[in-house]
């Protein structure tokens, strides 16, 4: 079996390994013995997307999703969550609105890379 580092030198170029090796590096994962319901704060049905926060609005009291393309893909995000999401918006890291507000459950929209 390959360790983090190991992966990311034989990892031929993928920008998946090399994004989630860091990751998995630097937060070991840690277990504890029992068992508890399978709670999910949110679900993202997409392989080349990260999420990087979940915070408070520094003006209200909205729940700010900050998420991360991280291959240098186009494509669809689906969020999902087990808890009641009234309606969402996307904003700018500046936490101004960019689209119109929605009220779905689950919500899907289109991601692009970063450009400079």
């Given at each position: 079996m390959l360790s983090s580092i190991e992966e990311v030198y034989s990892s031929g170029g993928e920008t998946n390994a090399i994004c989630s090796c860091p990751w998995?590096?630097?937060?070991?994962?840690?277990?504890?013995?029992?068992?508890?319901?399978?709670?999910?704060?949110?679900?993202?049905?997409?392989?080349?997307?990260?999420?990087?926060?979940?915070?408070?609005?520094?003006?209200?009291?909205?729940?700010?999703?900050?998420?991360?393309?991280?291959?240098?893909?186009r494509g669809t995000v689906e969020v999902a969550s087990d808890f009641q999401i009234q309606s969402w918006q996307e904003c700018d890291l500046m936490e101004r609105s960019i689209s119109e507000a929605r009220e779905n459950a689950a919500f899907t929209f289109d991601i692009k890379p970063y450009e400079n």
């Open positions: 998995e590096l630097n937060n070991p994962l840690t277990y504890a013995e029992g068992q508890t319901e399978s709670v999910s704060l949110f679900d993202i049905a997409a392989q080349n997307v990260m999420v990087d926060a979940v915070k408070k609005g520094e003006n209200d009291d909205h729940l700010i999703i900050r998420l991360h393309e991280f291959a240098g893909a």
